[in-house]
C-alpha cells in the first residue's frame, strides 16, 4: 500500500474527508521525522518504537577498483515492533 492507499483507509476509518487525512498523515510523519532528528525515540504503546542509532565511521571498499574507502559515522532510524503488534500480525 502506498501513501494514497493511507490516506483513503485512515479516511473511511475515521469518518474524514481524504483531505483531512492526508494533513493528518502528513503532520503525524512530520513530527515523527523532526523527533527522531533531535535523538528523541517516539514510543507508541501497543505498536512500536522508533528510535535512532549511530553508525561508526568504517573503512570500506570500492568493489570496482578494490580501493579502501573511508566510510563516514551516520545516524541510522530504527523501528522495534510492540508486543501487540507482532502479536496481531501472527494471529491465526
Same mark, same amino acid.
Do not use: C, W, Y
Given at each position: 500500500?502506498? !501513501?494514497?492507499?493511507?490516506?483513503? =483507509? *485512515? &479516511? !473511511?476509518?475515521? #469518518?474524514? =474527508?481524504? +483531505? %483531512? &487525512?492526508?494533513? &493528518?498523515?502528513?503532520?503525524?510523519? %512530520?513530527? *515523527?521525522?523532526?523527533?527522531?532528528?533531535?535523538?528523541?525515540?517516539?514510543?507508541?504503546? /501497543?505498536?512500536?518504537?522508533? =528510535? *535512532?542509532?549511530?553508525?561508526?565511521?568504517?573503512?570500506?571498499?570500492? @568493489?570496482?577498483? /578494490?580501493?579502501?574507502?573511508?566510510?563516514? #559515522? +551516520?545516524?541510522? @532510524? !530504527?523501528?522495534?515492533? /510492540? $508486543?501487540?503488534? *507482532? %502479536? $496481531?500480525?501472527?494471529?491465526?
Amino acid at each position: 500500500m502506498n !501513501k494514497s492507499g493511507v490516506v483513503v =483507509s *485512515i &479516511a !473511511k476509518k475515521a #469518518d474524514i =474527508s481524504q +483531505k %483531512e &487525512a492526508e494533513k &493528518a498523515l502528513d503532520s503525524t510523519l %512530520e513530527i *515523527i521525522s523532526e523527533s527522531l532528528s533531535k535523538d528523541k525515540k517516539i514510543t507508541l504503546m /501497543g505498536f512500536g518504537n522508533f =528510535s *535512532i542509532h549511530q553508525r561508526a565511521s568504517r573503512m570500506g571498499r570500492n @568493489p570496482q577498483t /578494490g580501493e579502501k574507502v573511508e566510510i563516514k #559515522d +551516520k545516524k541510522i @532510524p !530504527k523501528f522495534h515492533a /510492540g $508486543k501487540l503488534f *507482532i %502479536e $496481531k500480525l501472527n494471529k491465526k
